[in-house]
């Protein structure tokens, strides 16, 4: 009932921010009413409530272009594979320059791991934008749940494990080899998938980049920690769990709604978000556009969150948060074909290991992640490394200055020294890319679902889902 009353709500505040949006263009500089008295405080105070009422979509990359070798570099993004609940998503690089061209198709293959913890994986755009200077890039970007029909099927943490391996094996066909780098939550999951394929014997990753994840929560809890593990399993299934209302696609599945989880985000600093709304409001006044500008961009992105399954997300809370199945080596995990297997991280050889936190992080902390070193005991000491970075936050280890300045360089100089060559059948592609285009995959679900649209493209990249008739600025799929 929870979701429905708020939908309610979002319905009737929509046309006060539709007002409040047009109120502010009215009174501002150069228009109609803008030489009244007090005209420049009206129209920030409208400004101010038009983003504080509107309702937020899935930002975009939004990735142009990125330098190599100092010239552009234009990036088109485009669908590696389509599965109900993630695209993983490829940014492809061309150039008519032929000696940088030549660079690009020998750089590394980077997945990059995305969380689904609440935002979407255009957090990581920083992150994305650096990476791919030196890198070859693929990223999980994680579905909203309010859009997946419920024919689609449950999603579960096993699933979460058994994708991230599909996408590992997808990139080694291509390449012969890859790199993961797994931020925040996904760095449990990862350490599961390449774990269970240590286990089978099969062909692992050449590094794992570990940021700011909780793989062993007992250390240094936080308020975040101390939530899941103070309050019961049925504690989180009978408060937090709601059925997706009528108007979208996933009508009728059971999630955790995206507007508690970013009622929580606000609770952990309420006080820092009410004085940044201020000073965003001060800066219209003062006509400091460059700092209004940072402010709209980083909320655009921050507001912008995303339902979550719910047998995915409260099977995360008891695996992660509050058995510690991970560290006390009792983690058992469903394969596609059905059989269980066990995580055994002292199974990984041959993978070099770097885990990064943040020195003020009060998501993760100190010591959750560098954890991961205990558990893979089969890594040799020289394919280790931890690297904590001073005066960093949990945002700051994968986007901002101190990313781009001190953990980017540690990141670069890691896979450089554990990289090895790529054995691809492509490089006679006579495109001037790094890579032939190619179709978009899809699994049999998703294939079913789209087989009237999908027939005559290069590069694919999914349409965006009808929004309902009743909900006109309602939050768009993955796909861009």
């Given amino acids: 009932m929870l979701y429905q009353l708020y939908e309610a709500q979002r319905s009737l505040m929509e046309p006060f921010s539709d007002f409040a949006q047009a109120a502010s ?34 930002p975009e990359f939004n990735i142009k272009s990125v330098k190599v070798e100092g010239k552009d570099v234009v990036i088109q993004e485009a669908i590696e594979l389509d599965k109900p609940f993630c695209e993983l998503r490829r940014f492809k690089r061309f150039t008519d320059e ?15 791991v995305a969380p689904l913890s609440g935002h979407y994986a255009t957090l990581l755009r920083d992150t994305v934008r650096t990476m791919l200077q030196d890198h070859k890039v693929y990223i999980t970007d994680w579905k909203n749940a309010r859009l997946v029909p419920l024919a689609d099927g449950e999603f579960h943490l096993d699933d979460y494990i058994n994708y991230v391996q599909e996408f590992i094996r997808l990139l080694q066909a291509e390449y012969g ?20 394929m240590a286990s089978r014997g099969e062909a692992l990753p050449l590094t794992m980049t570990m940021m700011g994840g909780p793989i062993d929560a007992r250390k240094s809890p936080t308020a975040v920690n101390n939530l899941a593990m103070n309050k019961s399993f049925e504690w989180f299934e009978n408060n937090v769990i709601y059925r997706v209302p009528q108007g979208f696609p ?31 409001f001060k800066d219209l006044i003062k006509g400091d556009d460059a700092s209004a500008e940072a402010h709209r961009k980083f909320y655009d992105e921050y507001n912008a969150v995303l339902d979550m399954d719910a047998d995915y997300y409260l099977e995360t809370i008891r695996t992660v948060f509050q058995e510690f199945d991970l560290v006390n080596g009792t983690w058992d995990v469903k394969n596609p074909e059905g059989q ?8 990984i050889r041959g993978t070099a290991l770097l885990t990064v936190e943040g020195e003020l992080d009060d998501i993760s902390g100190s010591g959750q992640t560098e954890a991961a070193h205990s558990l893979c005991t089969g890594i040799a000491d020289s394919q280790r490394e931890h690297y904590e970075v001073k005066g960093a936050g949990h945002y700051g280890i994968f986007s901002g200055r101190r990313w781009r300045e001190l953990v980017y360089p540690k990141v670069l100089k890691f896979i450089a020294a554990n990289d090895e060559p790529q054995r691809r059948a492509a490089d006679s592609a006579p495109l001037a890319s790094e890579d032939a285009v190619k179709p978009v995959r899809k699994t049999a679900a998703v294939a079913a679902k789209k087989a009237p649209a999908t027939k005559a493209k290069a590069v694919a990249v999914a349409a965006p889902v009808k929004k309902p008739a009743a909900r006109k600025k309602a939050g768009t799929s993955a796909a861009r």
């Fill in 25 to 58: 263009k009215l009174y501002g500089p150069g228009a109609v009413w803008g030489q009244m008295p007090m005209a420049q405080r009206m129209a920030a105070g409208y400004d101010l409530l038009y983003r504080l009422g509107k309702d937020y979509e899935k």
């Fill in 250 to 280: 996933g009508e009728g599945r059971r999630v955790y709604p995206g507007f508690l989880q970013h009622t929580g985000f606000v609770a952990m600093n309420p006080d820092r978000h009410a004085s940044s709304h201020y000073d965003y």
């Fill in 98 to 112: 032929p000696h940088i061209l030549k660079t690009l198709k020998s750089q590394p293959v980077v997945l990059i």
């Fill in 340 to 347: 269980v297997e066990r995580v055994r991280p002292q199974d």
């Fill in 177 to 196: 080899n890859c790199h993961v780098v797994s931020v925040c939550q996904p760095t449990v999951p990862v350490l599961a998938a390449v774990s269970l």
